[in-house]
DNA sequence: AAAGCCCACAACCGCTCCCGA
DNA sequence: ATCGGGAGCGGTTGTGGGCTT
């Protein structure tokens, strides 16, 4: 059928061209009547391509449709001659190896497709981008994890072993992927061993715009004295990844409680790295948020209306179809209402603000940008103003506002590569991390004056402000060790768990590690017990403190 | 046989980065 | 320092084929 039809298009092409070029010629090159072609490609179209590669070589794709009067775009041409026509491509279906490897890759890169590719000779980006789309989807209607525990675990171990054999200060060309987690990975520990914070779990949702501007706006590294890698990876935050996500089938009433763990560790972080303690900007800050990043299994979306509030945090066809309604013991959700409130109900913020646009129609993205804006001009609101407000979005701002102030921590870790980078947040909001709104507040503002006024009348759970200041960390928790089908089986079969707990007590040491076992066997006991929570809908970002 | 659904694939779109003027 | 074009990347959509009912 598309044979067929682009073997019509194929005869009648030499006319339209001949007219085209005539019109582009006559009109001294101009490409304003030029209407070009989309859709499939025709055999001559190839046919033009290829000889114009022939001869001019790749590269400078515009060029095709002057000088070779070709009526496509030089983004279409780049995409057919990569895609298509280019020699050496290999064409068939994925071999077993194959798989095997963009399973592997991905379970480490994410949906680095570009970079898969390169890994995969002869394949193409957008060919295992779509195998990977469509094993996803086969694997969710199977119920089956979207990474083989073997793929999971050596992913993890690597990673171990990656963090062991560089340090931080092992050179400047340190890729990030190592800078990711070793000293971060002390200082929790130490944290975690030193400070028996208090800090119970507080179901708010997430600001993940307030977030991302904390993360923009310390870009400058005013908190940390060394410099991050160069890494690509560092500057294209756009890719959604969040490698060991679990598949839709997995997720259905999972309540993955380490996914994300908030530690209070910041301080002992910030002199890890020579840094000053952030907190000494403000006031004291607790620990009692999580973060959401909102997409679990790695697609973002930016471009969903509102009214698709569902969709917009499980776009894509790797999202799950979660049953919404159904939480299993997960704790209640006020985050889904929260956050949905805050998407369904931005009215309190556009009351509030005047000099930004609603979101109101535009997406979650959109609102989230919106309440990056409000939250930078809302400095020019006097504070009763804003402690006044009762609403969930005020909250939830003061809540993620007093991360700000560790977002150089996020800044070197994040990482899109490791399974353990704190990549979800910076890699699912893009759009925001790249808004040009965030870059106009300064992350020390952030601090100061309002939010943190808010904060102190909203908050659940204070800290002793003066010695006791209490920061977040999340730790990107690989999803090996949450994974639904692990927690089934860890009643008739402890080898998971073991594998889990020996997991954990290389994370965290064995204590912690031992609480966590505890926990997932309904045997604790301690005195210490793991306090969670779920931070979004998709049940992939929760927060851990010790209570 | 027809309709509906699902799947795989190709292509497009939006965004970002890079680089040269 | 700024701007604009080129290029690349990742997400999404459109379409045809195959299968099922």
Redesign the pocket.
């Known amino acids: 059928?598309?044979?067929?039809?682009?073997e019509i298009e194929d005869e009648m092409l030499p006319n339209n061209m001949t007219e085209s070029q005539l019109n582009d010629e006559g009109n001294g090159g101009s490409d304003s009547k030029v209407v070009?072609?989309?859709?499939?490609?025709?055999s001559a179209?190839?046919a033009i391509l290829v000889g114009y590669v022939k001869k001019h070589g790749?590269?400078?794709?515009?060029?095709v449709q002057k000088h070779a009067g070709l009526l496509?775009?030089?983004?279409?041409?780049?995409?057919?001659w990569?895609?298509?026509l280019r020699p050496n491509l290999k064409?068939?279906?994925?071999t077993a190896q194959e798989e095997r490897l963009i399973t592997e890759l991905h379970a480490k890169?994410?949906?680095?497709?570009?970079?898969?590719?390169?890994h995969l000779p002869g394949r193409?980006?957008?060919?295992i981008?779509?195998?990977w789309?469509?094993?996803i989807?086969?694997r969710q209607?199977a119920g089956l994890p979207l990474y083989p525990p073997e793929v999971c675990l050596q992913a993890f171990q690597e990673s171990q072993q990656s963090q062991s054999t560089c340090g931080v200060n092992g050179g400047n060309k340190v890729h990030h992927d190592m800078l990711n987690s070793y000293e971060i990975h002390d200082a929790i520990i130490d944290s975690m061993k030193d400070n028996q914070g208090i800090s119970p779990y507080v179901p708010e949702p997430p600001d993940i715009s307030d977030y991302n501007n904390m993360l923009k706006g310390l870009d400058s590294s005013q908190y940390c004295n060394f410099t991050s890698s160069?890494s690509?990876n560092h500057?294209?935050?756009?890719?959604?990844?969040m490698p060991f996500l679990g598949s839709s089938g997995m997720s259905r009433n999972v309540f993955y409680p380490f996914d994300h763990i908030q530690v209070n560790a910041c301080d002992k972080i910030a002199q890890s790295f020579g840094m000053q303690s952030p907190l000494d900007h403000g006031p004291s800050l607790h620990s009692s948020m999580c973060y959401s990043h909102s997409?679990s299994n790695?697609?973002?979306?930016?471009?969903?209306p509102t009214s698709e509030a569902v969709k917009l945090e499980l776009?894509?066809?790797?999202?799950p179809e979660i049953d919404l309604g159904s939480w299993g013991t997960s704790p209640p959700p006020p985050l889904l209402d929260s956050v949905d409130d805050f998407i369904k109900y931005p009215t309190p913020i556009s009351a509030m603000e005047s000099d930004c646009s609603s979101p109101q129609n535009s997406g979650l993205l959109d609102a989230l940008v919106y309440q990056a804006k409000t939250m930078s001009s809302s400095k020019k609101h006097n504070s009763d103003e804003i402690s006044n407000s009762s609403t969930a979005i005020l909250d939830h701002r003061a809540d993620s506002s007093t991360l700000n102030m560790h977002e150089t921590e996020w800044e070197d870790y994040a990482d899109?590569v490791s399974p353990f980078g704190a990549t979800s947040i910076l890699?699912e909001c893009?759009?925001i991390?790249?808004?040009n709104s965030l870059d106009e507040v300064p992350p020390d503002q952030t601090f100061n004056g309002n939010i943190v006024k808010l904060e102190s009348a909203d908050q659940v759970w204070t800290p002793n402000s003066e010695n006791q200041t209490m920061s977040v960390l999340n730790i990107t928790w690989p999803d090996i060790l949450l994974d639904e089908d692990w927690l089934q089986q860890d009643s008739d079969n402890g080898t998971n768990q073991t594998i889990r707990t020996d997991a954990m007590s290389t994370l965290f040491g064995d204590d912690l590690a031992t609480d966590y076992k505890h926990m997932t066997d309904g045997t604790s006991k301690s005195s210490q017990v793991w306090g969670f929570g779920s931070c979004a809908r998709n049940h992939s970002a929760f927060c851990l403190s010790r209570v």
């Open positions: 059928m598309r044979r067929m039809k682009n070009l072609k989309k859709g499939p490609w025709t179209e190839d790749e590269g400078n794709w515009n060029a496509r775009c030089g983004k279409s041409c780049r995409l057919r990569a895609n298509h064409k068939g279906a994925f890169m994410g949906n680095k497709w570009a970079r898969m590719s390169a193409t980006d957008n060919e981008k779509n195998y789309n469509t094993r989807k086969r209607r160069t690509p500057k294209r935050l756009r890719g959604s990844t997409l790695g697609n973002s979306s930016t471009s969903k776009p894509s066809l790797q999202y899109p890699n893009p759009a991390a790249n808004a």
